[in-house]
């Protein structure tokens, strides 16, 4: 992928470290066009490698997304069994370009509710790109921030050695990662819905109304551009 500056896009040279997106409204995008749930997420798949290689080309550090959390397996089973397609789909057909591209891929969340096919793949994505020095890319999958949290802390108590702050953000899924400097929810909701809570602290909030299928790069870029004309004080004064 080109590096591109971000002026090409109206940008200021500022850009947020780590974006943090919520992917919501692909089942009802297919549901306003009369169409079945998973087209919606199988749409949502081109937007998404928009994003991805957009983020790259603008030489931005982290990239984190939501794409299925710890809720979603209450979804309807044809659904689920739909998105498992699309998640062993996606490993497979974007791997070798993503690889190619230096960007490094991490799952966040618990692996072991999936199918072992899939278990594999994610395993096969994360070893493979491992040591590429681009992108990082972190893909929520059967994720959710209070179950993360959860699970930090009962590694730290096995470690038997008193934790601070610093100790409890290392035992998280993005240990290493910058926290998150924007996080841009589609759909129309404006809630995190468990995601990154804890990374999130200190985040810039853009809620956008389109569904994620229809979230182009013109879209991304504008979230970008919010995030720029914000003053981030971080507890200070103005």
Same mark, same amino acid.
């Given at each position: 992928?080109?590096?591109?500056?971000?002026?090409?896009?109206?940008?200021?040279?500022?850009?947020?470290?780590?974006?943090?997106?919520?992917?919501?409204?692909?089942?009802?995008?297919?549901?306003?066009?009369?169409?079945?749930?998973?087209?919606?997420?199988?749409?949502?798949?081109?937007?998404?490698?928009?994003?991805?290689?957009?983020?790259?080309?603008?030489?931005?550090?982290?990239?984190?997304?939501?794409?299925?959390?710890?809720?979603?397996?209450?979804?309807?089973? #044809?659904?689920?069994?739909?998105?498992?397609?699309?998640?062993?789909?996606?490993?497979?057909?974007?791997?070798?370009?993503?690889?190619?591209?230096?960007?490094?891929?991490?799952?966040?969340?618990?692996?072991?509710?999936?199918?072992?096919?899939?278990?594999? #793949?994610?395993?096969?994505?994360?070893?493979?790109?491992?040591?590429?020095?681009?992108?990082?890319?972190?893909?929520?999958?059967?994720?959710?921030?209070?179950?993360?949290?959860?699970?930090?802390?009962?590694?730290?108590?096995?470690?038997?050695?008193?934790?601070?702050?610093?100790?409890?953000?290392?035992?998280?899924?993005?240990?290493?990662?910058?926290?998150?400097?924007?996080?841009?929810?589609?759909?129309?909701?404006?809630?995190?819905?468990?995601?990154?809570?804890?990374?999130?602290?200190?985040?810039?909030?853009?809620?956008?109304?389109?569904?994620?299928?229809?979230?182009?790069?013109?879209?991304?870029?504008?979230?970008?551009?919010?995030?720029?004309?914000? #003053?981030?004080?971080?507890?200070?004064?103005?």
């Amino acid at each position: 992928m080109a590096k591109m500056e971000p002026g090409n896009f109206g940008l200021a040279p500022e850009l947020p470290r780590h974006v943090g997106v919520i992917m919501d409204g692909n089942g009802r995008w297919a549901q306003k066009r009369g169409l079945p749930r998973p087209l919606g997420h199988r749409a949502a798949m081109e937007r998404l490698r928009d994003m991805i290689r957009l983020s790259s080309d603008l030489g931005m550090e982290a990239l984190s997304l939501y794409a299925f959390s710890t809720e979603n397996w209450k979804r309807p089973q #044809s659904e689920i069994d739909a998105l498992m397609g699309l998640f062993m789909e996606y490993f497979l057909r974007e791997l070798d370009e993503l690889h190619a591209n230096g960007v490094c891929i991490r799952i966040l969340g618990d692996k072991d509710a999936f199918p072992a096919r899939i278990r594999a #793949s994610m395993v096969v994505a994360e070893e493979k790109t491992a040591h590429n020095q681009g992108l990082k890319l972190n893909i929520a999958l059967n994720y959710g921030s209070r179950a993360e949290v959860v699970r930090a802390v009962n590694m730290l108590l096995a470690s038997g050695k008193p934790a601070d702050e610093q100790m409890l953000m290392n035992a998280l899924y993005t240990a290493g990662l910058p926290d998150l400097d924007l996080v841009i929810r589609t759909g129309g909701e404006r809630r995190l819905s468990n995601f990154l809570l804890l990374q999130a602290a200190y985040a810039e909030l853009v809620f956008v109304e389109d569904y994620f299928p229809d979230f182009t790069q013109a879209r991304y870029v504008d979230c970008i551009r919010e995030y720029q004309r914000r #003053s981030r004080r971080f507890g200070d004064v103005p």
